[in-house]
Every structure is written in C-alpha cells, then in structure tokens.
T-cell receptor
Framework: SQQGEEDPQALSIQEGENATMNCSYKTSINNLQWYRQNSGRGLVHLILIRSNEREKHSGRLRVTLDTSKKSSSLLITASRAADTASYFCATEGNTPLVFGKGTRLSVIA | KAGVTQTPRYLIKTRGQQVTLSCSPISGHRSVSWYQQTPGQGLQFLFEYFSETQRNKGNFPGRFSGRQFSNSRSEMNVSTLELGDSALYLC?????????????FGQGTRLTVV
C-alpha cells in the first residue's frame, strides 16, 4: 500500500519558473526521501530529510518536512527543460522505503 | 564505482511461464530491495534481502520469490506469470547497515507478459 501521496499528480511550467510538489503520509517516519525518474528508467535519489530536520537544501532543490502535519514539499527553483521527469517521495519508518505515485513535472522551454 | 546492474533489460514471456530477473548491487552494499512499478499501482515494494536473508516482504502472492547470494547479487523469480505481472521491475541497493541512507536503483527490467 502507498504511504506517500504526492500532489499535484501533474504539473506543467515554463522554464525558469519554480516548481513545488507536495507529499503527505500517514504514519510516523524515520526519514523522507525524494527521487526523480526519467521516462520509465531507474530512480535517482535527490535528497533525504530526517524526521528531526525541518528543511534541507541541495543546489536548486529545497525540501521541507512538517512531521506534525505529516507532509513534505519539494521546491525546484529556476527549472530547466532537463528537470522534466516524475518525482516521488518515499517514506521510511518501520518498513523499507514506501513510495507515492509521483508527480509528473513538465518544464516547457 | 559501478552502479546497480539489472539483467535482462527487456523480457517478453507468455502467460503461465516463469521468469528470473537478476540484480547486481553496488560493490560493498549488502541490502537489495525489489520493487514492481505499474502505471496503475505505482511503485510497490516486493522484498528486501540483507546478507542472504529476507529482511522484509511486501504484500505480493507466493508466486513472487527472491534470493540473495553470498556476493550480494540477488535474483527474483515469478512463477505462473499472469498478464498483470507486466511491469517495470526495479532493484535498489543500499549499504544496509542502517536506515536513513539513500537507495541506488538499477535501470530496471521491463517484463511484458503476453
């Protein structure tokens, strides 16, 4: 069963704009991770945030975590056409990584 | 370091047949997890192996099985294939000594059951 639920399911923006994706989950977690997948290929790890952290940055990525609301957001700033992909949140608690169904991001040049 | 290698990349099988997929993790990684990805159900956890022992199992029927060898390479087997088993099967490797580490994924095996 899915733990994380991403929102929106699909997002289309212009190059240079920011993209925000949200993830909600149901049970307590040790950490939450974000992954990217290009066209049915393998997943690539983007960022990991632990349950005692509130915000993390990596390059153009910013992730926030609110454990009281059981939610996380991924912000991609100054998006590029190469950012077009599906983005998944994955939670880890007492079970291994459990993925949501993802947000499909399209960045139009 | 070489990445996670999955073989074969593509496979076409007939209903009722069985199939074996292979995953070679990153050198030194002892944990291998398998996921099934379909458009309808998304990424679903199949099982995780650590040091040749199944450490966790997802909610899949007994037709899905796996194993891990002493060199950490893993195989998964699906018997009596059904059309619904058509999916992208992904393998992920992690060091395995603790949680809160990133998972490294292979490119997947695309299985089509006809």
């Amino acid at each position: 069963s899915q733990q994380g639920e991403e929102d929106p399911q699909a997002l289309s923006i212009q190059e240079g704009e920011n993209a925000t994706m949200n993830c909600s989950y149901k049970t307590s977690i040790n950490n939450l991770q974000w992954y990217r997948q290009n066209s049915g290929r393998g997943l690539v790890h983007l960022i990991l945030i632990r349950s005692n952290e509130r915000e993390k940055h990596s390059g153009r990525l910013r992730v926030t975590l609110d454990t009281s609301k059981k939610s996380s957001s991924l912000l991609i700033t100054a998006s590029r056409a190469a950012d077009t992909a599906s983005y998944f949140c994955a939670t880890e608690g007492n079970t291994p990584l459990v993925f949501g169904k993802g947000t499909r991001l399209s960045v139009i040049a | 370091k070489a990445g996670v290698t999955q073989t074969p990349r593509y496979l076409i099988k007939t209903r009722g047949q069985q199939v074996t997929l292979s995953c070679s993790p990153i050198s030194g990684h002892r944990s291998v997890s398998w996921y099934q990805q379909t458009p309808g159900q998304g990424l679903q956890f199949l099982f995780e192996y650590f040091s040749e022992t199944q450490r966790n199992k997802g909610n899949f029927p007994g037709r899905f099985s796996g194993r891990q060898f002493s060199n950490s390479r893993s195989e998964m087997n699906v018997s009596t294939l059904e059309l619904g088993d058509s999916a992208l099967y992904l393998c992920a490797s992690r060091p395995g000594t603790s949680l809160s580490t990133e998972a490294f994924f292979g490119q997947g095996t695309r299985l089509t059951v006809v």
